[in-house]
């Protein structure tokens, strides 16, 4: 199985910052990456898809990046609806493994 | 709209069985794979099964710790997906969600539904 990890495990931020948010396969999976946000009692919805194609709807302000095993969730400049949990995962081969998560908190 | 929306969650004994349901509306569901996901009490999201499409043979895929104990099932006639439980454990207990796979993506979630095992 391919595993998924993710740094840091938590962030704490202010409105307007820009924040970074990495994920790390244990083998290439070219660009079968995606990200999720959750925030708390919903469920997840997908932000970035393949590595980097942003999902309909989602603001400009989330950009993704990478390929093979080093990934990158950018948020440039944090809105306070963007404090929440974010999980990439691989789908590259199943299980489709999620990260274990980037709680994303108020400074 | 596109939309998902789970059933069947609820309180099992240890060892007991649930079936889940999955009603889905505002696409073509033939067209597409459909994934369980779920998610322990303050815990991250992991993956449980995967049903394929018609186009794939209808084949599934399970994650190694519900081997052997869930199956997932579809009807496309009625646009539902199932996931029946059984020999359920304590460890089972969570929020499951359906999704939607789209181009290697789950680009649609349902609002998900709780199981709990417990004696």
């Known amino acids: 199985d391919i595993q998924m990890t993710q740094s840091p495990s938590s962030l704490s931020a202010s409105v307007g910052d820009r924040v970074t948010i990495t994920c790390r396969a244990s083998?290439?999976?070219?660009?079968?990456l995606n990200w999720y946000q959750q925030k708390p009692g919903k469920a997840p919805e997908v932000l970035i898809y393949?590595?980097?194609n942003l999902q309909s709807g989602v603001p400009s302000r989330f950009t993704g990046s990478g390929s093979g095993t080093d990934f990158t969730l950018t948020i440039s400049s944090l809105q306070p609806e963007d404090f929440a949990t974010y999980y990439c995962q691989q789908s590259y081969r199943t299980p489709p493994n999620f990260g274990q998560g980037t709680r994303l908190d108020i400074k | 709209e596109v939309q998902l929306v789970e059933s069947g969650g609820g309180l099992v004994q240890p060892g007991g069985s649930l079936r889940l349901s999955c009603a889905a509306s505002?696409?073509?569901?033939?067209?597409?794979?459909m994934d369980w996901v779920r998610q322990a009490p303050g815990k991250g999201l992991e993956w449980v099964g995967r049903?394929?499409?018609?186009?794939?043979?209808?084949?599934?895929e399970y994650a190694a710790s519900v081997k052997g104990r869930f199956t997932i099932s579809r009807d496309d006639s009625k646009n539902s997906m199932y996931l029946q439980m059984n020999s359920l454990k304590t460890e089972d207990t969570a929020v499951y969600y359906c999704t939607r796979g789209n181009y290697d993506v789950l680009d649609v979630w349902g609002q998900g539904t709780t199981v709990t095992v417990s004696s």
């Open positions: 393949a590595a980097s």
């Open positions: 083998q290439s999976i070219t660009t079968y």
């Open positions: 049903n394929r499409n018609k186009d794939n043979s209808y084949t599934t």
């Open positions: 505002g696409f073509t569901f033939s067209d597409h794979y």
